[in-house]
C-alpha cells in the first residue's frame, strides 16, 4: 500500500479529457513537488511532468499537472489510443530521514 | 544523449546477494546534483524507489530496505552498482537506473531517462 493515494484504473474514450488524481499529506505531496511517469507496456517509465506543471522535453500540452494541498493531479485532454499506460505520481517524503516515495500507479484505458 | 542499462543477472537463489551494474553515457557523477537512481517494479505491481547515488559519493536510500542496500558509484567507469543482500522471492522484480539532472536540493529528485530495466527472479 503506497503513501501516495492513485485510483487503480481510469478510463476514456478518444479525444476526452481524463484527470488521475494523486492523494498524499503534508510530509510529502504538501511540502515538495509531485513528478508524473508514463509507463508503456512492456517499456521503462518516462518522464511527463517536473515540478508540479512543468512539461517534460517533448511532451505535448495535452498533458498538464497540478497541484493543491495534499493532492496532485494529471489531466489528459484529447485523449489518443496511445495513451494507453500506465501512469504513477512521486514525490519526496520527508519521513525517516527523507527519501523518494511513488504512488501505486493508474491503469489508463482508452475505450 | 543520456542513456542508461542495467546489468547483472537474470536469476538469484534465495539468501544469495544480488549484484546490478548500471552503465551509463551523457553524464558525469562527478558534476555537482547529478544522481543515479535504482527503481525496482514486480510483475504487475508498482515502482519502488530504492536508493539515489549523487554528487559520487553522497547516498540515500529506501529506508524500509537500507539494511539490504548499498550503491557506490565508479567515476572512471561512469558506472553505479546496486548490491542487495539476503534476496527473497518477493524481491523478484524489474530493476531500473535512471539518471537524476543536476538540480538541487535533493528533495527536487525528478529520474529522466531511464534505463530500459533488468528482470531479476528470484528462485531455487
Known amino acids: 500500500q503506497s503513501v501516495l493515494t492513485q485510483p487503480p484504473s481510469a478510463s476514456g474514450t478518444p479525444g476526452q479529457r481524463v484527470t488521475i488524481s494523486c492523494s498524499g499529506s503534508?510530509?510529502?505531496?504538501?511540502?515538495?513537488?509531485v513528478y508524473w511517469y508514463r509507463q508503456l507496456p512492456e517499456m521503462a517509465p518516462k518522464l511527463l511532468i517536473f515540478r508540479n506543471d512543468q512539461r517534460s522535453s517533448g511532451v505535448p500540452d495535452r498533458f498538464s499537472g497540478s497541484k493543491s494541498g495534499t493532492s496532485a493531479s494529471l489531466a489528459i485532454s484529447g485523449l489518443r489510443s496511445d495513451d494507453e499506460a500506465d501512469y504513477y505520481c512521486?514525490?519526496?517524503?520527508?519521513?525517516?530521514?527523507?527519501?523518494?516515495?511513488f504512488g501505486g500507479g493508474t491503469k489508463l484505458t482508452v475505450l | 544523449q543520456i542513456t542508461l542499462k542495467e546489468s547483472g543477472p537474470t536469476l538469484v537463489n534465495p539468501t544469495q546477494t544480488l549484484t546490478l551494474t548500471c552503465t551509463f553515457s551523457g553524464f558525469s557523477l562527478r558534476t555537482n546534483g547529478v544522481g543515479v537512481a535504482w527503481i525496482r517494479q514486480p510483475p504487475g505491481k508498482a515502482l519502488e524507489w530504492l536508493a539515489l547515488?549523487?554528487?559520487?559519493?553522497?547516498?540515500r536510500y529506501n529506508p524500509l530496505l537500507k539494511n539490504r542496500i548499498t550503491v557506490t558509484g565508479d567515476t572512471s567507469k561512469n558506472q553505479a552498482v546496486l548490491t542487495m543482500t539476503n534476496m527473497d522471492p518477493v524481491d523478484t522484480a524489474t530493476y531500473f537506473c535512471?539518471?537524476?539532472?543536476?538540480?538541487?536540493?535533493?528533495?527536487?529528485?525528478?529520474?529522466?531517462?531511464w534505463g530500459q530495466g533488468t528482470l531479476v527472479v528470484v528462485s531455487s
Open positions: 535512471a539518471h537524476r539532472p543536476a538540480v538541487a536540493p535533493i528533495r527536487h529528485s525528478w529520474f529522466d531517462p
Open positions: 547515488i549523487y554528487r559520487d559519493d553522497d547516498v
Open positions: 503534508t510530509s510529502n505531496i504538501g511540502n515538495h513537488y
Open positions: 512521486a514525490t519526496w517524503d520527508d519521513s525517516l530521514g527523507g527519501h523518494v516515495i
